[in-house]
């Protein structure tokens, strides 16, 4: 299976529901942690690499 290549600045969509009931939310920093915020409500998380991938469903 090929790698995704991730960028600063992307739309992402997850699996499940932030819960302000977003699904999408923009990369603000790529590495061994990601940091995303949420696009409806501008919450922001750390994420490992591991936990990011399994979330990820799509690019919006």
């Not at 290549?5 to 739309?11: A, L, T, W």
Request: with cysteine; hydrophobic share 35%; aromatic share 12%.
């Amino acid at each position: 299976m090929d790698k995704i290549n991730f960028e600063v600045g992307q739309k992402v969509i997850f699996k499940k529901n932030h819960p302000c009931g977003s699904k999408e939310w923009i990369i603000e920093r790529t590495g061994a942690d990601f940091r995303v915020k949420c696009v409806k409500c501008g919450r922001s998380l750390m994420l490992t690499r591991r936990n990011f991938e399994k979330s990820f469903k799509d690019f919006a």
